[in-house]
C-alpha cells in the first residue's frame, strides 16, 4: 500500500503562483507512476499532471507550459508548481499513486483562484 499527504494548497490571486507537494509512504522511486488530479464542484476528476519512475511526464493541455511536475528524492516529495492560476484552476487536487497494480490517493488539497 502507500498513503499520500497533500500540503500547499491556499487562495490564491489570478495570475499568481502556487507549489502542491505529495509526502509518500513509500520511496517515490519505487512507485511507477505518480501524479495530480483535479476535481472542480460538479464535475468529475481530470488528470492534470503525471510522472513516472523513467520520469516520463504527461500534462493535460490546459496546464502545459503553465504547471511543472518534479519529483524531489530528498523530501520524497512529487512536486506541483502551478503558475500564471486561472479562476478555472479552482479545484481540490489529488495526489495520484500506481504501485502493484493499485491505484491510490491523497485526501487533497483546496486551491482557490480568486480575485
Known amino acids: 500500500q502507500v498513503q499520500l499527504v497533500e500540503s500547499g494548497g491556499g487562495l490564491v490571486q489570478p495570475g499568481e503562483s502556487l507549489q502542491l507537494s505529495c509526502a509518500a509512504s513509500?520511496?517515490?522511486?519505487?512507485?511507477?507512476?505518480m501524479g495530480w488530479y483535479r476535481q472542480a464542484p460538479g464535475k468529475q476528476r481530470d488528470l492534470v499532471a503525471t510522472?513516472?519512475?523513467?520520469?516520463?511526464?504527461n500534462y493535460t493541455d490546459s496546464v502545459r507550459g503553465r504547471f511543472t511536475i518534479s519529483r524531489d528524492g530528498a523530501k520524497n516529495t512529487v512536486n506541483l508548481q502551478m503558475n500564471s492560476l486561472k479562476p478555472g484552476s479552482t479545484a481540490v487536487y489529488y495526489c495520484?499513486?500506481?504501485?502493484?497494480?493499485?491505484?491510490?490517493w491523497g485526501q487533497g488539497t483546496q486551491v482557490t483562484v480568486s480575485s
Open positions: 510522472i513516472t519512475s523513467g520520469t516520463r511526464i
Open positions: 513509500r520511496n517515490i522511486f519505487s512507485i511507477y507512476t
Open positions: 495520484f499513486a500506481r504501485f502493484l497494480g493499485g491505484d491510490y
